[in-house]
């Protein structure tokens, strides 16, 4: 989709209709190469490429505040570069530019990365909800809001996950949360249907739980809200891990032909027979290279299944796959890291370019739920793994919502 037309959906620039730029703050963890805050960051303050051109925001992101300062800190540097944005040592200083009173017009809240402390359960501890509290401590002082971007999930505790949403739904703010899965680019470029009528979905990827889990939920759930109906809200999450996963697996509790059709779309796919036609691996193939699977399947209250599966060792990408009336359905959301020699991530453009809309005009260019329900979704999933890879029951992730009729995701 092109900038144009996300502005276009999302309604006027009012900002700009009064004649002045937009003023944000970011409000991050760390600020280091790679970091999220530098890749969201820069593009603010550099602009980046984006349809056959570069592109600058038009929007000045004025105040940065970084809560860890280490040696491979960018912030310094940054600042220096850039004149117009002064750091803070506080967040409250940073809202008001260290006045008495908000003094910008929208928030980016990046808290990832960094040494936080992890609970019992293995879920680090980022301070996006203490971050937030004392945004929105800001905003009541001053009696007046501004819109809020929250990179990744809400937090990694529900209740407080929950409270976030409630807060911005009671104060009339816009936020906007959540990874580049679902607006990166595809491979291929295909959206899901409005009003699709899907049967089972499932994803396959890479990485760690309270991690990368998030990136496969997000994979799923920006596809299977667009079904006949809208999204109706999770029953309950089952997680697998190790032995229980190649049981499962054994068992069929997943389709085997979803898994397939998945795996097809991927291109890192480890081929442990080359020069074979069937590329796909074998069972035994698989845990040769899997050495630590996860999965886990849950039901939606319409009775739609999905499957998120973990599989380190055996691909490095996101690949979706659902069966509908129609037929089988699958595509990869393509995220292709740095290799290094780059401090570009290019599927950040794509999440950059959705959150200047909301900061121009006070509307979401996507729905907060979806978020609030992968978060849910994600802490069920470590719950389930806690508590020795039951059943869980999610009453409280009863979350309906109707997708946008827009596609955000990045067509090239």
């Given at each position: ?105 929208g928030v980016v809240l990046v808290g990832e990365h960094g040494q936080y402390d992890r609970n019992e359960k293995g879920q680090t501890k980022y301070p996006r909800y ?10 009541r002082d001053s009696g007046r809001s501004v819109p809020i971007f929250n990179d990744k999930h809400l937090s990694w505790n529900w209740d407080w996950s929950k409270e ?227 059943r869980f029951d999610t009453p409280h992730l009863s979350i309906k919502y109707q997708a946008p009729k827009q596609s955000t995701y990045w067509r090239t």
């Amino acid at each position: 989709m092109s900038r144009r037309g996300l502005l276009a959906g999302a309604g006027g620039l009012p900002l700009l209709a009064q004649g002045r730029r937009p003023k944000l703050a970011a409000i991050t963890t760390v600020f280091f190469k790679h970091s999220h805050t530098q890749h969201i960051v820069d593009r603010f303050l550099d602009g980046y490429g984006w349809n056959g051109t570069h592109h600058r925001p038009e929007m000045d992101l004025v105040s940065l505040y970084v809560n860890q300062i280490g040696d491979t800190d960018l912030s310094a540097e940054r600042a220096k570069r850039h004149p117009s944005m002064k750091m803070f040592p506080t967040i409250a200083e940073a809202l008001t530019l260290g006045g008495s009173k908000l003094a910008v017009d929208g928030v980016v809240l990046v808290g990832e990365h960094g040494q936080y402390d992890r609970n019992e359960k293995g879920q680090t501890k980022y301070p996006r909800y203490e971050f937030f509290q004392e945004i929105v401590k800001v905003f009541r002082d001053s009696g007046r809001s501004v819109p809020i971007f929250n990179d990744k999930h809400l937090s990694w505790n529900w209740d407080w996950s929950k409270e976030m949403y409630d807060t911005s739904k009671s104060m009339g703010f816009a936020m906007m949360a959540g990874s580049s899965l679902p607006v990166t680019y595809r491979t291929p470029s295909l959206e899901m249907p409005l009003g699709s009528k899907i049967q089972e979905a499932m994803c396959i990827c890479y990485g760690g739980v309270d991690s990368y889990d998030f990136h496969g939920l997000e994979t799923l759930q920006c596809m299977v809200e667009r079904r006949n109906g809208g999204e109706s809200g999770v029953k309950w999450v089952q997680a697998y891990r190790g032995e229980s996963f190649w049981k499962a697996y054994a068992d069929k509790v997943w389709p085997r032909d979803l898994m397939q059709s998945a795996l097809s779309r991927s291109h890192t796919l480890v081929q442990p027979r080359p020069g074979f036609n069937d590329v796909l691996p074998t069972l035994d193939e698989m845990k040769k290279l899997v050495k630590d699977p996860v999965a886990y399947r849950y039901e939606h209250a319409d009775g739609l299944m999905s499957t998120m599966i973990l599989m380190s060792g055996l691909l490095r990408d996101f690949n979706f796959a659902a069966r509908l009336d129609s037929g089988l359905f699958s595509t990869q959301m393509y995220l292709p890291m740095p290799d290094g020699r780059t401090t570009t991530a290019s599927f950040f453009s794509p999440l950059v370019a959705n959150m200047e809309p909301m900061f121009l005009t006070g509307k979401p260019t996507y729905p907060l739920e979806r978020t609030l329900l992968t978060t849910g979704l994600t802490a069920a999933g470590v719950e389930s793994l806690y508590r020795k890879q039951v059943r869980f029951d999610t009453p409280h992730l009863s979350i309906k919502y109707q997708a946008p009729k827009q596609s955000t995701y990045w067509r090239t």
